[in-house]
Nanobody, 129 residues
Framework: QVQLVESGGGLVQAGGSLRLSCEAS????????MGWFRQAPGKERDFVAG????????NYAESVKGRFTISRDNAKNTVYLEMNNLKPEDTALYYC??????????????????????WGQGTRVTVSS
């Protein structure tokens, strides 16, 4: 019932910035908690950031805390990931995910591992040194 499309990836130098966008269709995002995940070549998919249904609560992986900011605009059915001070280790395919809202707190990574969750196709971020 939800389709997600990521955009905004690209090639940047270390220390640079990118803003990723995730646009949803099919249902309004007000019913969903949202998250960003990433997967580097040869590695598992890791949680990056999460945001609750109204944007009032967020959480981040320790590796990106202080550098990345997740936000949402429910009127535009869009979630963003602002990435600053990028490092080569941030290089990965970044995925947007939606999970039915459970409450007022930001979603945990495990919240996205249900049959009711939706995933985008990913957008690639490459950070050169």
């Amino acid at each position: 019932q939800v389709q997600l499309v990521e955009s905004g990836g690209g090639l940047v130098q270390a220390g640079g910035s990118l803003r990723l966008s995730c646009e949803a269709s099919g249902r309004t995002l007000s019913s969903y908690d949202m998250g960003w995940f990433r997967q580097a070549p040869g590695k598992e998919r890791d949680f990056v950031a999460g945001i609750n249904w109204n944007g009032g609560s967020t959480n981040y992986a320790e590796s990106v805390k202080g550098r990345f900011t997740i936000s949402r605009d429910n009127a535009k059915n869009t979630v963003y990931l602002e990435m600053n001070n990028l490092k080569p280790e941030d290089t990965a395919l970044y995925y947007c995910a939606a999970t039915p809202a459970r409450g007022p707190r930001a979603p945990q990574p495990t919240n996205f591992m249900t049959q009711d969750d939706y995933w985008g196709q990913g957008t690639r971020v490459t950070v050169s040194s």
